[in-house]
């Protein structure tokens, strides 16, 4: 038995499909930990999704800022964007029913070694504060109140994180730290607009993942394909390899920390 963590997915189906062949994966015996963006970009949401979801048990999914996205266009009544694939899910005839799946996923997931998310944790927060932030948000997006959050779930407003936060501010604000974030200052605050390697950052910046961290276990996330899933960093597990981007998907087996890749690096 082992567990696996597989890297942001986008709609590649046919290349996680190759890439569970690659590490033999028996659906009775080994798990999976998606770090989440299932959908969008890539040629395949619909079967990507169905598939995911049919696992049941033997895999687990957190919300990635493209899964969000998903759910905003159908519960908050948003267009789609230029560069969307999402066109095969909204017009699915089981939608309703993947979409009602995914508004029940988490915004963390840990066991007894390892922490998944899609974009990290910020180094403000300790491991019990993530934990309470994510369930609060849960929460809201599993109740009759998704209505209102996905309404208003789009924003770079609050960039800093305060206990004072309340209503959509601060739902808004967790959010972004879970699925956005990628450069932060040393206070907190979110910087959006860089999106590339890990050079001309802006200054005051660094990744959320070179400050001294208050969560002591290792972190698992996706989300930052530039970063070619390097971190530099002990404990610290990029595993966005831009698989979308014509790279590779990558999964990492928690037991040894071994990295399988498809299609495989030459």
């Avoid at 979409?99 to 403000?124: F, N, Q, S, Y």
């Avoid at 770079?156 to 604000?173: C, I, Q, T, Y």
């Avoid at 960093?233 to 071994?258: E, K, M, P, Q, Y």
């Amino acid at each position: 038995m082992a567990t696996y963590a597989i890297g942001d997915v986008q709609g590649c189906y046919e290349t996680l499909r190759y890439l569970l062949e690659r590490i033999n994966f028996d659906r009775d015996l080994d798990r999976l930990w998606f770090v989440g963006d299932l959908v969008n970009r890539g040629p395949q949401s619909l079967a990507t999704l169905r598939f995911v979801h049919d696992l049941g048990g033997c895999a687990i999914t957190v919300l990635g800022n493209h899964d969000l996205h998903l759910l905003a266009i159908f519960y908050g009544g948003h267009e789609t964007r230029n560069g969307d694939t999402l066109d095969d899910v909204l017009q699915a005839p089981d939608c309703e029913q993947l979409v009602g799946w995914l508004r029940t996923l988490p915004l963390m997931h840990e066991d007894e070694k390892h922490v998944i998310v899609h974009a990290g944790i910020p180094h403000i927060w300790n491991l019990g504060f993530a934990r309470l932030a994510a369930r609060e948000v849960e929460t809201v997006i599993g109740s009759s109140a998704c209505i209102e959050y996905f309404e208003k779930m789009y924003g770079n407003s609050p960039e800093v994180w305060k206990d004072s936060l309340f209503g959509m501010d601060r739902h808004r604000a967790i959010t972004n730290y879970f699925t956005r974030m990628r450069l932060i200052s040393g206070d907190g605050t979110l910087e959006f607009s860089h999106k590339g390697a890990l050079v001309s950052v802006p200054e005051g910046y660094e990744p959320w993942f070179r400050f001294q961290r208050l969560v002591d276990k290792p972190i698992i996330f996706g989300h930052w394909a530039a970063l070619e899933g390097e971190t530099g960093v002990d404990h610290v597990s990029a595993i966005d390899t831009g698989c979308v981007w014509g790279r590779n998907l990558t999964a990492l087996r928690l037991d040894d920390g071994r990295r399988f890749q498809w299609p495989e690096a030459s």
